[in-house]
């Protein structure tokens, strides 16, 4: 039994199949339809979510197997003081395969203490989330068709955004590449991300604190929103949200090649109006979603076509 905490959890190796696995699923979704008969998956979201929540959902639906959970702590016994471990304990009986998003950083590890079934993160505070950088990998795959020699700009939110870092991780893992790091002074990179997978590796990269600047000569462009629930004050957020709003304007000075993603959800930081500029890839982003966890609730069950 494994558990998916962090994307490191997994080799290159693993992502390599993993995404080939995705990509396989949606070119042929009629041969994946049953792979699932008779498992049962758990969402046992503690925080809001849409694209995570429900693309779980979705994927487990489509390989035939089934559903249930809970979208807010408040509709589950953690409002009545009911620890983790115990949720974890007992829904264990419930579900062949968990997956968990919760507010507090590390919570998921506790999960996987307890947990007789896997336990995927679908988001800890603002630590890790696993499975949305697979989805991103999917993404890029799909779209770039490499992993391997790319300038990856990542802008908003370095400080609290969970998607950042995760991918960072992963990206770090891969030869020729460069991070641009566009952010307010207030909400840059951890210091423990940039040493951990950037100066310790020697990855080049640079920091600045507008878009204009960092925009030039990248092949992605990783937009994120403010995150407004991990401020201590609501006037710091305020201050800080509308520091990054990629417009039309600025994209003129991107390259023809580059594309544009977002984790979703987005606040004000891409205006509407790039929503129809072929590189804006944050929907198709977000489709990717439930092929990349098809592919690996599929890979933690050890379940495969014919089976
Ligand atoms: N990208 C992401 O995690 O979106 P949700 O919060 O809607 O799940």
Redesign the pocket.
Known sequence: MRHILNILDLSVEEIDELVATAMDIMARPDVYSNVCHNKTLATLFFE??????LSFEAAMWELGGRVLGFSEASSSSAAKGESVADTITVVSNYANIIAM?HPKEGAPLVASAHATVPIIN??DGGHN?PT?TLTDLVTIKKELGRFNNLTIGLCGDLKFGR?VHSLIAAMSRYNGIKFVLISPKELKLPAYISKDYIINKNIPFVETTTLEEGIEGLDVLYMTRVQRERFFNEEDYLRLKDRLILTQKKMESAPKGMIVMH???RVNEISTEIDSDPRAAYFRQ?AC?KFARMALIMKLLDLKVGD
């Open positions: 809001p979510s849409t694209r995570t929540r998003r679908a988001g989330h949305q998607t984790p979703l959800p977000a979603g």
